[in-house]
């Protein structure tokens, strides 16, 4: 917790977490969620991978094999599923089949709150001024705004039959004008 670290994008913010994770000391496996909710980028996992040059393996749904030397994890893909196996120590972003949480107990909320939570400064961690903050960002938001609806649009009415001709007729059509 530092104003350094302040106007991070994902590869500052992947730099600070991976120089807290070097002075947390030894890990097996780094887990992140596979993406946040405010950039929805999925940047920092791979981000802290990097900088700590570990292996990784993204979107996870599932531990399939762990030990001291290496992992299998079933890793989720557009159209199936993949198993891949790495190495240890690594960084594993995950999806939310991964899991299913548990609701806490009353007394696990009681001592949750007596908690006491280490803060570290960009000193603590010995981080490089010029890799934290805006200073450390390559990227900058120089505007966010929501866009415009989307204008026009054409509906395609009749039976499945006739509007996929008509839809080809549509397509044939901007495909052939663009070729002038």
């Not at 700590?52 to 199936?80: C, F, S």
């Not at 570290?120 to 390559?138: N, R, Y």
Request: charged fraction near 25%; proline fraction near 4%; hydrophobic fraction near 40%.
């Amino acid at each position: 917790s530092d104003r350094a670290f302040a106007g991070s994008d994902t590869w500052a913010t992947s730099y600070t977490l991976a120089m807290a994770i070097r002075k947390l000391g030894e890990f097996g496996v780094i887990i992140c969620g596979k993406q946040a909710s405010d950039g929805d980028t999925g940047q920092v996992g791979p981000g802290i991978a990097t900088h700590l040059d570990l292996p990784q393996i993204t979107y996870a749904r599932r531990v399939e094999e762990l030990d001291d030397k290496h992992i299998v994890a079933q890793r989720l893909l557009e159209d199936g599923v993949e198993f891949v196996d790495s190495s240890l120590p690594c960084v594993l972003t995950v999806v939310k089949e991964i899991n299913q949480p548990r609701i806490a107990s009353l007394k696990g909320k009681m001592t949750a709150k007596k908690a006491v939570i280490e803060k570290w400064t960009a000193q603590d961690l010995g981080a490089e001024a010029d890799k934290t903050g805006l200073d450390g960002s390559p990227t900058k938001v120089v505007k966010i705004f929501t866009p415009a609806p989307r204008q026009g649009g054409q509906m395609l009415k009749g039976t499945p039959d006739e509007v996929v001709r008509k839809l080809v007729e549509e397509i044939g059509g901007v495909i052939t004008g663009a070729a002038k």
